[in-house]
T-cell receptor, first 111, second 112 residues
Framework: RKEVEQDPGPFNVPEGATVAFNCTYS??????FFWYRQDCRKEPKLLMS???SGNEDGRFTAQLNRASQYISLLIRDSKLSDSATYLC????????????FGGGTRLMVKP | NAGVTQTPKFQVLKTGQSMTLQCAQD?????MYWYRQDPGMGLRLIYY???????DKGEVPNGYNVSRLNKREFSLRLESAAPSQTSVYFC???????????FGPGTRLTVT
């Protein structure tokens, strides 16, 4: 089982739709969680950290479910500019506390 | 602030050639990292430097060496390039080892 798993998609949604991605992680002792966004042929950019209580940043909401070992990202009122790959990132308790990146979920928002 | 910068943006090497990828950050971050990204594999850590003067191996260090030249700069060297090292290489930095990471624009390397 991969340490961090994501549905690769693509998720094709119309503008204005609400879309949600889940990401599962295998290490129950994982400490920190992030969502990054990566545009085609560009570097990953931090979208938001994920806190235990859940957090919201504008149209984006992130949730953490430690019992089921998954994190989610909800995007409301999708924009064309939201089209990108969304990377789930987990910091575990492995040696050195490295970040482990999921393979990404591709989102395509269409007019 | 430029953030994290990388040079070169593109490079083509022949098998057996060597090269150094350069990375610099102007955010006064303590920790720096080198990743490679391959289709279907996600980002994998090659080497990291938790603080100036230290370097450690990541998940895929074979075939690479690094130098933390000073607090700002962290270079990655391929001594004898192989086709398996064809990839996109990203440098990243973070304020300290447990904080979120910020990435440079990447170097696209092809080894023929």
């Amino acid at each position: 089982r991969k340490e961090v798993e994501q549905d690769p998609g693509p998720f094709n949604v119309p503008e204005g739709a609400t879309v949600a991605f889940n990401c599962t992680y295998s290490n129950s002792a994982s400490q920190s969680f992030f969502w990054y966004r990566q545009d085609c042929r560009k570097e990953p950019k931090l979208l938001m950290s994920v806190y235990s209580s859940g957090n919201e940043d504008g149209r984006f909401t992130a949730q953490l479910n430690r019992a089921s070992q998954y994190i989610s990202l909800l995007i409301r009122d999708s924009k064309l500019s939201d089209s990108a790959t969304y990377l789930c990132v987990v910091r575990g308790d492995n040696a050195g506390n490295m970040l482990t990146f999921g393979g990404g979920t591709r989102l395509m928002v269409k007019p | 602030n430029a953030g994290v910068t990388q040079t070169p943006k593109f490079q083509v090497l022949k098998t057996g050639q060597s090269m150094t990828l350069q990375c610099a950050q102007d955010m006064n971050h303590n920790s720096m990292y080198w990743y490679r990204q391959d289709p279907g594999m996600g980002l994998r850590l090659i080497y990291y430097s938790a603080s100036e003067g230290t370097t450690d191996k990541g998940e895929v260090p074979n075939g690479y060496n690094v130098s933390r030249l000073n607090k700002r700069e962290f270079s990655l060297r391929l001594e004898s390039a192989a086709p398996s090292q064809t990839s996109v290489y990203f440098c990243a930095s973070s304020a300290d080892f447990y904080r979120e990471q910020y990435f440079g624009p990447g170097t696209r390397l092809t080894v023929t």
